[in-house]
C-alpha cells in the first residue's frame, strides 16, 4: 500500500469507527459487533503506526491524547454558565410561571419539560465542526480547561455531522451502576469511596491525567447551546433536534406541554419513575420553549427567568428502630444514635442515624421499637424525619437518656447553655481514646503509627492512660502486645521520639484544650513561645492577642488550671517533650490542606465544627463561613443548610464527614 492508499483507508476507517461509536454511544444501538468494530480499530491504529503523518486530532485513536497536564488553564465563557432557580413544590412552580406570563404578557406558553442530571456542567466549543475546547462551569464566568478529559467520553463527537461554529452546553454523568462498581473496587483497594455519582463525575473530570477519565464509563447529554445567533432557531425543542441532527447527545425524555397542569403531573409522575434511569437526576428542568419568549423574560444576573428547576423531595423509606445507642465523643458529649433496620434509600444502605442530643430526642419523640419515616438530609445524611405514631403496637420501649456514662459509668452533666450532656470525667477511657488519636493527628504532634487501632490496642493493654505515658513506652513493653511485631514497635518509638522536637503550637493543639484548633495554637505559642508562659498567663493577656477570642482564652486558661492536665504537662516535661516555638510552623513544612479553603454546613456526626475546624486548620487549611470561588471543599453535616445548594451550584467537591477524615489522615 502507497502512502496516497494508505491515507485513503485511514479517512475511510476514521469514518466508519466514528459512525459506529455514534450508533453506540449516543444512540445506544450498535449495529456491529464488538470484534468487528476492534478489528477496524486495530487496522487503523496500525496504518497510523506506519503513517504518523496521517494521523488527524479527530481520529478515534486520538481521544486519550499524551501526556498527564501540569495544570489546570482557565477559560472565560463567552456567554456565563448561569444556574437554574429551584422550585420546591407545586406553589413554587406556580410562582415561576405567573412571573414568565407577567413578564412576557402571553398566557398560553409552551414548556419544554426535561430531567436534570445530577452531573458536572460542561461546555464544548465546535469549531468549523471540530471540538476544540472542553471546559467546567467554575463560577459561571470562568471556569478550567478540561479539554484532556472531555474528549475521553465517546459519545462526544470529536467532529460534528456539520462543518458548524457553535458551543453546546450540557452535564457530564457518571451512570448509576458503574458508579457502584467503580466504589465496590476502590473499597476493594482500601482507596477513598465517591459519596454519589455526581462526585465521580467531578472527580473524573477534574484530573490533570486523561487516563483516568478514560478508564470511566463517563457519559453526556447536551442541553443548551452558549448563543444562538445565526441560526434560524425558533424554539427549544427544535434546537435540541438540531443538535441531535449534529450528532450529539441529547436526553430522549424531554417532552413540550401546553398545559401546567400537565408540566406538574409531569413533575410528580417523575419523582417515582426516577429509579427506573440507569442515570441519576436531582429533579425536572421546566423550560419556556418559544425562544422570542425567552429573550423577553430575561435573566437574572444567577438564573433563567424562562427556565425553573423542579427539585425532587429526598427519598423517604420506612423503616424500625431497633435500638438507640449513645456515643461519647472527645469532649465527652454524648449523641444518641438510632439503629435502624436496613434499609435502601437513595441509592445507599442505611442503618443508623444520629438524633443529636436529647432536646431532639424529646422533640422527635422516638420509641424503641418505632416506625419511623428516614431520609437523606442534602441526598447525603441519614435523617430521621418522623415518628409514626399511628403504627404502634404499644409494645414500644421509651428511651431515656443514661445519667452515666456509658463508657466509664461517671455521672454526666448539662452544662448549662449547652444541649448536649457531657461526661466531665477525664480519665473517661472514651475520651483518653479520642483524647490520644487527637494528640498523635497529623494537625497535632503527627506521630505515624499510631492511629485509631494502635490507640485502642495501647488502651486496652493498660500501657497507656494519658498522652505523655505514650513518650514511657519501650520496646519491651509494647512487643508483648498482639498485634504489634518489633519492626512496628521500633518504627513507633523512632515516631514518638522524632514527635518530642515538634514547635510548640503542635503540641498545644495536641492537648486538646476545647475550641482550640491550629490556627489558635500557632497564634498563641507565637505569641507566648513557651508552654510555661502560656500557663502563667491570665485570661486578659490572651484575649489581647489579636485572632483570639474570649472562648478560647477562657478554655485555655481554664485547661491549664485543672491539675490533671498540668500532672499530664510534667510528665511530658521529664520525657523531654520540647516546650518551646522553635520556629513558624507551617513555613518550615507544607502541610496537607496548606490553601485549601473549607466550609463546614450541617451537624457533624463524630465532630463538633469547633473539632472539625481544629482538624482543618491543624492541617494548614482555613475554614471560612461561606461559599465562594474559592472555596475548595464544603463539608456537610446533616440538615445543611443552603451553602449545599451554593457549592452544588458553584460545582465544588462536596465531602462527607468521612472523607474529610480520610483526606486528613492520607498521605501528602
Ligand atoms: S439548563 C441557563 N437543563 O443544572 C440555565 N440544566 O443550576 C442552563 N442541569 O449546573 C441550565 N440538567 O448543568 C439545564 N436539562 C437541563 C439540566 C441542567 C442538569 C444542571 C446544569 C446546571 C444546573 C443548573
Known amino acids: 500500500m502507497d502512502s496516497n492508499e494508505a491515507g485513503i483507508k485511514v479517512r475511510q476507517l476514521a469514518e466508519e469507527i466514528n459512525k459506529h461509536d455514534y450508533n453506540y454511544y449516543v444512540l445506544d444501538s450498535p449495529v456491529i459487533s464488538d470484534r468487528e468494530y476492534d478489528l477496524m480499530k486495530r487496522e487503523l491504529e496500525k496504518l497510523e503506526k506506519e503513517y504518523p503523518q496521517l494521523v488527524t486530532p479527530d481520529s478515534p485513536t486520538q481521544r486519550v491524547g499524551g501526556k498527564p497536564l501540569e495544570t489546570f488553564t482557565s477559560v472565560s465563557h463567552a456567554v456565563p454558565m448561569l444556574s437554574l432557580d429551584n422550585a420546591f413544590n407545586e406553589n413554587e412552580l406556580l410562582d415561576f410561571v405567573r412571573r414568565a406570563k407577567n413578564l412576557s404578557g402571553v398566557s398560553n406558553l409552551e414548556y419544554v419539560v426535561e430531567p436534570k442530571m445530577d452531573g458536572l456542567a460542561v461546555s464544548l466549543l465546535y469549531q468549523d465542526g471540530g471540538l476544540v475546547r472542553g471546559a467546567t462551569r467554575g463560577d459561571g464566568q470562568v471556569g478550567e480547561d478540561i479539554t484532556h478529559n472531555l474528549r475521553t467520553i465517546k459519545s462526544i463527537p470529536l467532529k460534528l455531522k456539520e462543518r458548524v461554529d457553535l458551543e453546546v452546553r450540557g452535564e457530564v454523568y457518571f451512570p448509576r451502576k458503574a458508579f457502584q462498581d467503580l466504589n465496590d473496587r476502590r473499597a476493594e483497594q482500601g482507596e477513598p469511596l465517591f459519596a454519589n455519582p455526581r462526585n465521580a463525575a467531578a472527580g473524573s473530570m477534574r484530573q490533570l491525567d486523561p487516563a483516568v477519565a478514560a478508564s470511566r464509563p463517563l457519559n453526556i447529554y447536551i442541553y443548551g447551546m452558549g448563543s444562538f445567533e445565526g441560526f434560524p432557531l425558533k424554539n427549544h425543542l427544535e ?138 438530609a442534602g441526598e447525603v445524611i441519614p435523617e430521621l424525619v418522623k415518628v409514626l405514631k399511628e403504627k404502634r403496637t404499644g409494645q414500644e420501649k421509651d428511651f431515656i437518656m443514661p445519667e452515666n456514662c456509658p463508657a466509664c459509668g461517671q455521672e454526666v452533666t448539662l452544662i448549662p447553655g449547652e444541649v448536649a450532656l457531657r461526661c466531665l470525667n477525664s480519665t473517661c477511657p472514651v475520651q483518653m481514646y479520642e483524647r490520644i488519636v487527637h494528640f498523635a493527628s497529623r494537625g497535632a504532634m503527627d506521630i505515624e503509627g499510631l492511629g485509631p ?73 507565637e505569641h507566648f513561645k513557651s508552654l510555661d508562659r502560656i500557663i502563667s498567663a491570665s485570661v486578659e493577656e490572651m484575649i489581647s492577642i489579636p485572632e483570639i477570642g474570649p472562648k478560647i482564652a477562657a478554655s485555655v486558661f481554664e485547661f491549664f488550671k485543672n491539675p490533671a492536665n498540668l500532672k499530664v504537662v510534667e510528665k511530658l516535661r521529664s520525657t523531654g517533650v520540647n516546650f518551646k516555638q522553635v520556629q513558624e510552623q507551617g513555613k518550615a513544612q507544607e502541610q496537607l490542606f496548606e490553601g485549601q479553603a473549607f466550609v463546614l454546613t450541617g451537624k457533624l456526626q463524630n465532630h463538633s465544627r469547633q473539632e472539625a475546624q481544629n482538624l482543618i486548620e491543624g492541617l494548614g487549611g482555613r475554614v471560612t463561613s461561606s461559599v465562594s470561588r474559592s472555596t475548595n471543599y464544603v463539608v456537610v453535616g446533616e440538615n445543611p443548610g443552603s451553602k449545599l445548594e451554593q457549592a452544588r451550584s458553584l460545582e465544588i467537591t462536596i465531602l462527607t464527614e468521612e472523607q474529610l477524615q480520610q483526606m486528613a489522615s492520607s498521605e501528602k
Open 239 to 376: 434546537m435540541l433536534n438540531y443538535l441531535k441532527s449534529l450528532g450529539l447527545r441529547v436526553n430522549p425524555h424531554t417532552a413540550v406541554y401546553t398545559d401546567f397542569e400537565e408540566v406538574i403531573q409531569a413533575c410528580k409522575d417523575w419523582s417515582l419513575k426516577r429509579y427506573e434511569l440507569p442515570y441519576e437526576i436531582d429533579g425536572m428542568v421546566i423550560k419556556i420553549n418559544d425562544l422570542k419568549i425567552q429573550a423577553q423574560v430575561g435573566y437574572t444576573t444567577r438564573s433563567p427567568r424562562w427556565a425553573v428547576a423542579f427539585k425532587f423531595p429526598a427519598e423517604q423509606v420506612e423503616t424500625t428502630v431497633e435500638d438507640i445507642q449513645v456515643s461519647v465523643g472527645r469532649t465527652g458529649a454524648l449523641t444518641p444514635i438510632a439503629l435502624l433496620t436496613p434499609v435502601k434509600v437513595s441509592g445507599s444502605v442505611i442503618k443508623r442515624a444520629s438524633l443529636h442530643n436529647q432536646d431532639i430526642l424529646r422533640e422527635k419523640g422516638v420509641k424503641i421499637g418505632d416506625r419511623v419515616i428516614i431520609h437523606k
Open 453 to 525: 487501632a494502635a490507640a485502642r490496642l495501647l488502651l486496652e493493654n493498660g500501657l497507656v492512660e494519658d498522652v505523655a505515658d505514650l513518650y514511657y513506652l519501650n520496646k519491651e513493653r509494647l512487643m508483648s502486645l498482639d498485634r504489634m511485631g518489633e519492626k512496628s514497635a521500633s518504627k513507633l518509638l523512632e515516631a514518638l521520639e522524632v514527635s518530642k522536637n515538634n514547635p510548640l503550637s503542635k503540641l498545644l493543639n495536641g492537648l486538646g484544650s476545647r475550641f482550640l484548633g491550629g490556627k489558635g495554637s500557632r497564634v498563641i505559642a
